[in-house]
T-cell receptor
Framework: LAKTTQPISMDSYEGQEVNITCSHNNIATNDYITWYQQFPSQGPRFIIQGYKTKVTNEVASLFIPADRKSSTLSLPRVSLSDTAVYYCLVGDHSNNAGNMLTFGGGTRLMVKP | KAGVTQTPRYLIKTRGQQVTLSCSPISGHRSVSWYQQTPGQGLQFLFEYFSETQRNKGNFPGRFSGRQFSNSRSEMNVSTLELGDSALYLC??????????????FGPGTRLTVL
């Protein structure tokens, strides 16, 4: 399983754009990149997933360079409610990979007023 | 559509006891996975059930077990509780259980405290 490395914590202010970068140097060809958000005492929540280039949804954007050895989660105009832990996960997309998510340490984002 | 529900939400037990936690997945979801979250080890995969069969298992001792019923509801059991079993136990459900294809929906968790 590809190992991921993220910053332990980040601070931001309301209204700013936040970019969280995840390193996954040994990502495999079949691996996808998925990001989850977790608030205290709650289960993680799916944010976005991608394989290459750029993916955007109503919540965030995910930028993946051509070599796929890293990815950047971009949160536009954050608010206090975006304060949470953000996890970058890398794993096999194929049916025979089973249903095991491997979580790293995550990035604790603190949004200040 | 109702989300994943877990019962109980909080539980206090003493060392040596056993405990059973319950998870009701989203209607129509057939895969249920269990995770343990502690401050020291983070989120760790316990096991996954699909169509009443354990399909994947994490690196936990045999004291941790589970099962899934025909309606996809799942239970996990921890026997001979140890202090280190104190954790937030999370259940996640998905349609067919393909990790990075099939979005997993997590429940609020059961906070287990072992005294």
């Amino acid at each position: 399983l590809a190992k991921t490395t993220q910053p332990i914590s980040m601070d931001s202010y309301e209204g700013q754009e936040v970019n969280i970068t995840c390193s996954h140097n040994n990502i495999a060809t079949n691996d996808y990149i998925t990001w989850y958000q977790q608030f205290p005492s709650q289960g993680p929540r799916f944010i976005i997933q991608g394989y290459k280039t750029k993916v955007t949804n109503e919540v965030a954007s995910l930028f993946i360079p051509a070599d796929r050895k890293s990815s950047t989660l971009s949160l536009p105009r954050v608010s206090l409610s975006d304060t949470a832990v953000y996890y970058c996960l890398v794993g096999d997309h194929s049916n025979n990979a089973g249903n095991m998510l491997t979580f790293g340490g995550g990035t604790r984002l603190m949004v200040k007023p | 559509k109702a989300g994943v529900t877990q019962t109980p939400r909080y539980l206090i037990k003493t060392r040596g006891q056993q405990v059973t936690l319950s998870c009701s997945p989203i209607s129509g979801h057939r895969s249920v996975s269990w995770y343990q979250q502690t401050p020291g080890q983070g989120l760790q995969f316990l096991f996954e059930y699909f169509s009443e069969t354990q399909r994947n298992k994490g690196n936990f001792p045999g004291r941790f077990s589970g099962r899934q019923f025909s309606n996809s509801r799942s239970e996990m059991n921890v026997s001979t509780l140890e202090l280190g079993d104190s954790a937030l136990y999370l259940c996640a459900s998905s349609l067919v259980g393909v990790a990075h294809t099939d979005t997993q929906y997590f429940g609020p968790g059961t906070r287990l405290t072992v005294l």
